[in-house]
């Protein structure tokens, strides 16, 4: 037991000499002892600490080498610990200071993943994603030989396939809604579509292509006669041009199914 109580003893002795010191360091004036204990406190991960300080000298070092690096670990420091916000406001004022600085690339990366950290889920408003997906793209115009291009390659693809998901489901949001308050059917097509063209090698790419093919099909059924018979001919020639795409795709039997129809409905003979 008199060891146990020395050994916490000795741990609170350490704890309090600990925060004693780091106590001093905030209320002293010397900048390069800031600096240098900040350093410290990043390597060993405590990013609270390493913060206070930094921001206590990186105004006095502005556009010296030691400012820069405060500026730089300033953002890094708040990125370890995940407050993505201030990261970016840090990373980004780094890269309006010193746009050619010895950090100006990993800062730059940074500033992608801060947005894509905070990338919401598809069904919410996405002008974070598209923010990241800027900043990323501004990233492999500046650094195209950098070790991160891959990565940041395939962050970016991911991002998009967040929007065209987006895309998706607004498009068949449409589809659901029918012909209630006006013809949804053709704000699908017209969505999805869309979505193709601004993300042509999406995931999602197949799910859109059917969409068109199932929208345009019911937007025939539901039409006044007048309308019908170019509407299923226009299925139909939307049927071949998604088989054509997709020969085996999984919702075959069911375009198989809309053609079929389809072709009823014009007086075309199923062979």
Avoid at 96 to 119: T, V
Avoid at 128 to 156: C, M, N, W, Y
């Amino acid at each position: 037991m008199k060891a146990k109580y020395l050994l916490i003893l000795l741990c609170s002795v350490v704890l309090f000499s600990s925060c004693g010191e780091y106590q001093r360091l905030v209320k002293s004036t010397d900048n390069d002892l800031k600096f240098a204990k900040a350093k410290e406190y990043y390597e060993k991960g405590k990013y609270l600490e390493a913060c206070t300080l930094l921001e206590a000298v990186v105004v006095p070092f502005r556009g010296t080498q030691k400012g820069e690096e405060a500026l730089y670990l300033l953002g890094s420091a708040h990125y370890k610990n995940r407050d993505y916000i201030s990261a970016l406001s840090y990373f980004s004022g780094y890269m309006r200071s010193y746009p050619r600085g010895d950090f100006a690339e990993e800062s730059q990366f940074h500033i992608g993943l801060c947005y894509y950290k905070d990338s919401p889920e598809a069904k919410l408003d996405q002008v974070g994603t598209r923010k990241a997906i800027t900043e990323f793209d501004k990233f492999l115009k500046g650094f195209p030989r950098s070790q991160h291009v891959a990565e940041v390659e395939s962050k970016r693809q991911e991002l998009n396939d967040k929007l065209a998901y987006k895309a998706y489901l607004n498009s068949r949001l449409y589809y659901r809604l029918g012909n209630y308050q006006g013809n949804n059917y053709r704000s699908c097509v017209i969505s999805a579509t869309n979505a193709l063209r601004e993300f042509p090698e999406s995931i999602y790419r197949e799910e859109l292509s059917f969409l068109i093919l199932k929208a345009k099909y019911k937007q025939a059924v539901e039409s006044v006669e007048s309308k019908k018979q170019d509407r299923f001919h226009d299925t139909i020639d939307e049927y071949y041009n998604f088989m054509q795409e997709y020969p085996e795709s999984t919702y075959k039997k069911e375009a198989a199914e809309i053609l079929a129809d389809s072709q009823k409905h014009v007086g075309i003979e199923k062979k």
